[in-house]
């Protein structure tokens, strides 16, 4: 083990650890998580409440298609999801393979792959501003403070009803 693993692997077992030295934290209705993220080269927001799952590294069977969005499939406790690439339905160039997935909550089954996770924050609400970006194909909805920059707030349901429609498939029972 590199001493940068091992280095790593301490700290994360001193958090563990301190976890259960700190009081039990009250969640306000006021606050509102976030993964911050990178995609495209450009740094994003997706709301945790629009989500079920993170997972790294998740092997992706790819498929033959005409959608370059669409990655393949991968599995998620027995459910076969298909993956799309955030960069390419946020309209970036489809770059290397990306690391992360996202499992979005709500059906039908979708996952979405991203390069880049920055962190997890909580926000008090008057730090996200509402709003859709142009255009009826935007995935966009809202904007966030964060100290590390302003990050526009990727909709996910809004972007799996954009994956469906590349797909070629309408499905009036997408939920979020």
């Known amino acids: 083990m590199t001493d940068q693993i091992q280095s790593r692997v301490e700290q994360l077992r001193a958090d563990f650890d301190h976890s259960f030295s700190v009081p039990a934290r009250t969640l306000d209705d006021?606050?509102?998580?976030?993964?911050?993220?990178?995609?495209?080269?450009?740094?994003?927001?997706?709301?945790?409440?629009?989500?079920?799952?993170?997972?790294?590294?998740?092997p992706v069977t790819p498929l033959?298609?005409?959608?370059?969005?669409?990655?393949?499939?991968?599995?998620?406790?027995?459910?076969?999801?298909?993956?799309?690439?955030?960069?390419?339905?946020?309209?970036?160039?489809?770059?290397?393979?990306?690391?992360w997935l996202v499992l979005a909550a709500g059906a039908p089954p979708l996952?979405?792959?991203?390069?880049?996770?920055?962190?997890?924050?909580?926000v008090p609400a008057p730090d996200v501003v509402d709003g859709s970006g142009a255009?009826?194909?935007?995935?966009?909805?809202?904007?966030?403070?964060?100290?590390?920059?302003?990050r526009p707030i990727v909709d996910v349901p809004a972007t799996r009803a954009l994956a469906h429609r590349m797909a070629g498939h309408e499905h009036p029972e997408v939920t979020s």
């Open 64 to 99: 033959p298609t005409t959608v370059p969005a669409l990655r393949g499939l991968a599995g998620f406790a027995g459910v076969v999801v298909p993956v799309y690439d955030l960069a390419a339905l946020l309209g970036h160039p489809i770059a290397d393979e990306p690391r």
């Open 111 to 122: 996952a979405l792959a991203f390069h880049q996770l920055d962190h997890h924050v909580r």
């Open 30 to 58: 006021e606050g509102i998580e976030l993964l911050a993220i990178g995609a495209g080269g450009r740094a994003y927001a997706l709301r945790l409440s629009q989500t079920s799952g993170l997972y790294p590294d998740r």
């Open 135 to 150: 255009g009826t194909r935007s995935c966009l909805h809202g904007m966030v403070r964060l100290p590390d920059g302003d």
